[in-house]
T-cell receptor, first 114, second 111 residues
Framework: DQQVKQNSPSLSVQEGRISILNCDYTNSMFDYFLWYKKYPAEGPTFLIS?????DKNEDGRFTVFLNKSAKHLSLHIVPSQPGDSAVYFCAATYSGAGSYQLTFGKGTKLSVIP | DSGVTQTPKHLITATGQRVTLRCSPRSGDLSVYWYQQSLDQGLQFLIQYYNGEERAKGNILERFSAQQFPDLHSELNLSSLELGDSALYFC??????????FGEGSWLTVV
């Protein structure tokens, strides 16, 4: 049973436009969510996170939105740049775990077209 | 560069063999995590160590084991290897209250 789902395996966006990557989760105990970016042959790189006490967190061009009632989060990238082309993973954990036992989605491959 | 170092980067071995993957965490990080990324399963949490002690276990097979040494480096031992064990194995580390940072991974191919 997949507790974290990224239903779009891929997404193509024009440079300068907004990229929206979506993630759904089923485990109500999850209270901390993270987005990672991964280039080929590299490890995942932390992008941005959000705690369940918030519904929005911004860091530069990246904004994560959390809708707890819908168990849905999204990552917005504005404006999108060709260097943003990578696989994006959504991950979740819960503070009761006492550690970063992250449950990952399967990723969405973002292609930003110049 | 995340500061997490993994060796070897690539490894090819035969079924039934045993391999050891090594990880050096970021300086000062006490927690080490192992994750497995396979084509169909995505990134899966295997095990966590904190300051030498096992802290949490995920989907780790009995044929796999890990340990964290006094200098905080960690090793993941994979034995009786099967074709299905072919995957990218990531180590990650974290400091208390911080997020986790991943190494570049060790590609294991079992033939």
């Amino acid at each position: 049973d997949q507790q974290v789902k990224q239903n779009s395996p891929s997404l193509s966006v024009q440079e300068g436009r907004i990229s929206i990557l979506n993630c759904d989760y089923t485990n109500s105990m999850f209270d901390y969510f993270l987005w990672y970016k991964k280039y080929p042959a590299e490890g995942p790189t932390f992008l941005i996170s959000i705690s369940s006490i918030k519904d929005k967190n911004e860091d530069g061009r990246f904004t994560v939105f959390l809708n707890k009632s819908a168990k849905h989060l999204s990552l917005h990238i504005v404006p999108s740049q060709p260097g943003d082309s990578a696989v994006y993973f959504c991950a979740a954990t819960y503070s009761g775990a006492g550690s970063y036992q992250l449950t990952f989605g399967k990723g969405t491959k973002l292609s930003v077209i110049p | 560069d995340s500061g997490v170092t993994q060796t070897p980067k690539h490894l090819i071995t035969a079924t039934g063999q045993r391999v050891t993957l090594r990880c050096s965490p970021r300086s000062g990080d006490l927690s080490v995590y192992w994750y497995q990324q396979s084509l169909d399963q995505g990134l899966q949490f295997l095990i966590q160590y904190y300051n030498g002690e096992e802290r949490a276990k995920g989907n780790i097979l009995e044929r796999f084991s890990a340990q964290q040494f006094p200098d905080l480096h960690s090793e993941l031992n994979l034995s009786s290897l099967e074709l299905g064990d072919s995957a990218l194995y990531f180590c990650a580390s974290s400091a208390r209250g911080d997020t986790i940072y991943f190494g570049e991974g060790s590609w294991l191919t079992v033939v």
